[in-house]
């Protein structure tokens, strides 16, 4: 990679380094190739179209599902010094003036654009008009017809790549083969680009499942022991959302919900509340979140289950963006399963997509009732192997587990004795001997299955029933409201043919102690301090908290603790423009004092040009009266001392061309300047 990428890395987004992967996607982009990258979330995907489009000529055109997400990059990329901007309809009428006058002046390099704004008219010419020389493609998956977050819109990328004529950088976190397949036929017409898999571990991500038990109770209980940390809480309905976020305030939380059936003021509002309030929980529906670009969301629970592992993988994704440590919990049960097998079941699907929508419900239930690691599970079903991970719960503590096989035929020979019509309850009163109402008036209780598992508990016979639904044993049947059906996978269990384990429940609420702390006991106070820093300036500017530092960037702050703008230069995510614009404020909240420093000095801040400067300035300051002392006064301004620092002027002929110099000043300093030049 060029030395040109890495001084930008460094010094527009504060990196001292590329993260796995991240190189060889930068310099192919920036080479004009078609490019498809699978990447895991907070794998780094926005700088590997944002650090091109710096390289590139013309204007990079970044297309993207979500509109809260594309005016956080732009307000972080503005507060980093580059020339970006949107067109959606949350602009104000200033906002995208401002945006038009940058493209007329052939000043901005990233312009990002909702899909549906492809649609109108306009669009196309406008495009063309501004010289647009790459097309990104954020959360490329939205283009499967058949996946979790299609969006139509995304079908008139292809298009607009054949008129304008320009490559294509496609990113996703979330595509099995069948998506990539898509991905490949409709931005890139079937022809297959340079793809690059880096893989989908979230390897800060701590993975917890959980069967529910009052699931009120348990989501408080897990929101308590991170009390003070900004999380999500996923439920399944709007009403769920309201009771659950009142439920955490009346327990002291700060908390507040989120659904579409809210007023956009009332959602915007929250919005803003989660974006700049470090500890704000948000109990949402599954819409929530997907435009909010907050880095340090450092816990993420699900109260009901996902509709499919793709939407647990992106879900629990918005979780720990910055690197950090994260954790996520999912609560399920019976219900939760019937009700994505209805919702699969009495769609408008084809029946081949119906099995396709199937298999990706049974892998998200096989996830759950896990009885070794879920890490290796999980990104088993994304086509890749790891060693146990030693991050989630059941390799925190191995399931008890037990032979299933005798119950679970019972349970299976339940259901074909009463004729595949009735649901878990009645069922579970038929094996366990209860003679209810509906039992006797069926003749259920003269079946040889009435009282056979008598031996187990209500609870234990309601975790067996789950877990069949879990292995695909059984399906509720919509044409016969919810009854349990035999799958053809529950066969050869119910002919002796096979074995199964199931894991025993253990239905408590979480006890785990609180998570360990982002920073030492030693460090916490200056970690506060600086948090109110930030939150000072952030509410100034009314950006959100992040957009001037994030989580991580300040963990290390406190950690290294600099003491000097050189050394504040060295901490990831400090780039020169952020150097520059906050770099004296947090220093002084780290010394106690502000660092008083030229204004041309701070640019050089944290490169080696920065100590060949203070060398130059102090051999001036040596030699300013002669060698001796006894001459007229001589001085060079900062600004020509950072012009000899630039230009490394190798003769005493060359240095006195500079401006500022002259044959005077180079007779002077000259033997001791080109002296510190040439050690470097």
């Known amino acids: 990679m060029s030395d040109a990428a890495h001084a930008l890395l460094r010094d527009t987004f504060g990196f001292g380094a590329f993260r796995p992967g991240q190189e060889d996607i930068v310099r192919a982009v920036t080479a004009g190739e078609n490019v498809l990258a699978i990447m895991p979330t907070g794998g780094g995907k926005s700088l590997c179209f ?18 809260a997400l594309m005016r956080d990059q732009v307000q972080a990329l503005q507060q980093a010094g580059v020339s970006a901007g949107c067109l959606t309809s949350g602009n104000t009428p200033e906002e995208t003036d401002a945006v038009w006058d940058a493209l007329e002046q052939g000043a901005l390099k990233l312009l990002y654009l909702a899909p549906e704004r492809l649609s109108a008219g306009s669009a196309m010419g406008m495009l063309r008009r501004i010289g647009v020389t790459l097309i990104a493609v954020d959360e490329a998956h939205c283009v499967s017809q058949w996946g979790h977050d299609f969006r139509p819109d995304y079908l008139r990328i292809g298009e607009l790549k054949r008129a304008l004529n320009v490559p294509v950088a496609a990113f996703t976190a979330t595509a099995d083969e069948e998506t990539q ?64 976020a009142g439920a955490l305030r009346d327990a002291d939380h700060n908390a507040a919900h989120y659904h579409g059936g809210m007023d956009a003021e009332d959602r ?29 969301i450092r816990w993420v629970a699900h109260a009901d289950l996902p509709k499919s592992i793709e939407s647990y993988y992106q879900e629990i994704g918005r979780a720990g963006r910055d690197g ?39 892998a ?15 990104l088993g079903y994304f086509g890749e192997t790891t060693i146990t991970c030693g991050k989630c719960d059941l390799c925190d503590k191995a399931p008890e587990t037990f032979d299933a096989t005798q119950p679970v035929r019972m349970a299976l020979s339940a259901i074909l004795r009463t004729g595949e019509w009735f ?18 008036q069926r003749g259920h209780d003269d079946l040889p299955t009435f009282g056979v598992g008598k031996a187990h508990s209500k609870a234990m016979w309601t975790a067996i029933f789950r877990q069949m639904m879990g292995h695909d044993l059984i399906r509720p049947d919509p044409d016969r409201h919810g009854a349990l059906r035999f799958t053809e996978n529950a066969r050869p269990l119910l002919k002796g043919e096979t074995t199964i384990t199931l894991r025993k429940d253990t239905i408590t609420t979480d006890r785990r102690p609180a998570v ?6 030693e460090d916490a106070p200056l970690l506060s301090a600086l948090k109110a820093k930030r939150r000072a300036l952030a509410e100034q500017q009314k950006v959100p908290a992040y957009i001037i530092f994030n989580d ?46 030229h204004p041309t000095r701070r640019k050089l801040a944290g490169r080696p040009e920065g100590a060949i400067f203070d060398r130059l300035a102090q051999a001036q300051l040596d030699l300013q009266r002669g060698e001796f002392g006894t001459e007229k006064p001589l001085t060079c301004t900062t600004s020509t001392l950072r012009k000899i620092v630039e230009y490394k002027p190798e003769t005493l002929d060359d240095l006195a061309r500079i401006q500022g110099m002259g044959d005077q000043k180079a007779e002077r300093f000259g033997a001791a300047f080109l002296r510190i030049l040439a050690d470097g």
């Open 364 to 378: 998200l239930l096989g996830l759950a009732e896990a009885l070794e690691c879920r890490r290796i599970n999980l």
């Open 516 to 521: 360990k702390a982002l920073v030492s006991d």
């Open 423 to 440: 649901g878990a309850g009645h069922l579970i009163d038929v094996l366990r001997g209860t003679s209810t109402e509906k039992v006797r």
């Open 50 to 67: 944002q650090l091109p489009a710096l390289m590139r000529d013309g204007v990079t055109v970044v297309i993207s599902p979500l509109i």
């Open 324 to 362: 950090a440590p994260a954790e996520t919990l999912t609560l399920f049960g019976a219900d939760d399963i019937k009700l994505r097998r209805s919702q699969i079941d009495e769609g408008l699907a084809p029946p081949d997509r119906k099995m396709a929508d199937h298999a990706r419900l049974n």
């Open 268 to 296: 915007r509002i929250v919005e803003t509340r989660f974006q700049r309030e470090d500890d704000l929980v948000v109990v949402a529906t599954v819409a929530f979140g997907m435009g909010v670009d907050k880095p340090d």
């Open 181 to 244: 397949q898509e991905i490949v036929n409709r931005l890139f017409d079937g022809v297959q680009p340079n793809t690059f898999l880096h893989g989908f571990d979230r390897p800060n991500l701590h993975l917890a499942f959980a069967a529910k038990d009052n699931p009120r109770r348990q989501i408080l209980g897990y929101a308590s022991a991170r009390k003070g940390q900004a999380g999500i809480v996923y439920c399944g309905t709007r009403a769920k959302t309201e009771t659950i």
């Open 552 to 597: 991580k960037t300040l963990i290390e702050m406190a950690e290294r603790r600099p003491v000097t703008l050189d050394q504040m230069a060295g901490i990831s995510g400090v780039g020169a423009k952020k150097l520059e614009s906050y770099g004296r404020e947090f220093l002084a909240v780290i010394t106690g004092a502000a660092q008083d420093i």
